[in-house]
């Protein structure tokens, strides 16, 4: 079991930063590769950045190239996404999500929800125009 608990939601104001944390406990943090999910109201639950094991490997969605950055430190058992230059479209409740990855190598990353195990509570982010 991972449990993972999520932290800096918040609201800002359009062109503002903030910057979500994830922190896992339970088992080898290194093990799991790590998605950031995020669900707005009516809307499915899409992917917005993953990172592998290693850290070594991210993915972005589109909608968040260039201005969401996903980080782990492994030796905190944190998973980090920092977000800048924020748009109202960015509201919505972001998880994040682990999947045991010692099987596929500590380079892979996964971009579908159904992959991922293990889920926090979500944190609420907010973006005003």
């Known amino acids: 079991q991972v449990q993972l608990v999520e932290s800096g939601g918040g609201l800002v104001q359009a062109g503002g930063s903030l910057r979500l944390s994830c922190a896992a406990s339970?088992?080898?943090?290194?093990?799991?590769?790590m998605g950031w999910f995020r669900q707005a109201p009516g809307k499915e639950r899409e992917l917005a950045a993953a990172?592998?094991?290693?850290?070594?490997?991210?993915y972005y969605a589109d909608s968040v190239k260039g201005r969401f950055t996903v980080s782990r430190d492994n030796a905190k058992n944190t998973v980090y996404l920092q977000m800048n230059s924020l748009k109202p479209e960015d509201t919505a409740v972001y998880y994040c999500?682990?999947?045991?990855?010692?099987?596929?190598?500590?380079?892979?990353?996964?971009?579908?929800?159904?992959?991922?195990?293990?889920w926090g509570q979500g944190t609420q982010v907010t973006v005003s125009s």
């Open positions: 999500a682990a999947k045991l990855g010692i099987y596929n190598g500590a380079t892979a990353y996964y971009r579908s929800a159904s992959q991922y195990s293990y």
């Open positions: 339970g088992r080898t943090f290194s093990d799991y590769a």
């Open positions: 990172i592998s094991r290693s850290g070594s490997s991210t």
